[in-house]
């Protein structure tokens, strides 16, 4: 089983970009599609982007579209997802999670397998 690791959260103003990254280890073989999602306090689990396993196909959310861009460098096992143009209301924990089988890239956080700890964002007005 693969696990997962977040990176690159902190603490910016809004306007400002940020880059997360989520590494894959243990058995990355089995890692398929990818995504990101946020969880702000007090709200469900929100979908941010997705991406398959070849990085061909790629999702995302109205509310980062534009100024988002994920990606993977899968010789790395690892994710990225680098956002522009923050805004406070994008302060949440972000997760990387990652599908075991090869099956459609999918938003919906039931469809996937794997997940990280997450890493916290915050973005000050």
């Known amino acids: 089983q693969a696990q997962l690791a977040e990176s690159g959260g902190g603490l910016v103003q809004a306007g400002d970009s940020l880059s997360l990254s989520c590494a894959a280890s243990?058995?990355?073989?089995?890692?398929?599609?990818m995504g990101w999602f946020r969880q702000a306090p007090g709200k469900g689990r929100e979908f941010v982007a997705a991406?398959?396993?070849?990085?061909?196909?790629?999702y995302r959310a109205a509310s980062v579209q534009g100024r988002s861009t994920i990606s993977r460098d899968n010789a790395k096992s690892t994710m990225f997802l680098r956002m522009t143009s923050l805004k406070p209301e994008d302060t949440a924990v972000y997760l990387c999670?990652?599908?075991?089988?090869?099956?459609?890239?999918?938003?919906?956080?039931?469809?996937?397998?794997?997940w990280g700890q997450g890493t916290q964002v915050t973005v000050s007005s």
């Open positions: 999670a990652a599908a075991n089988s090869a099956r459609p890239l999918s938003t919906e956080s039931t469809n996937y397998d794997f």
């Open positions: 243990g058995r990355t073989s089995g890692v398929y599609a």
């Open positions: 991406i398959s396993q070849r990085g061909d196909i790629q």
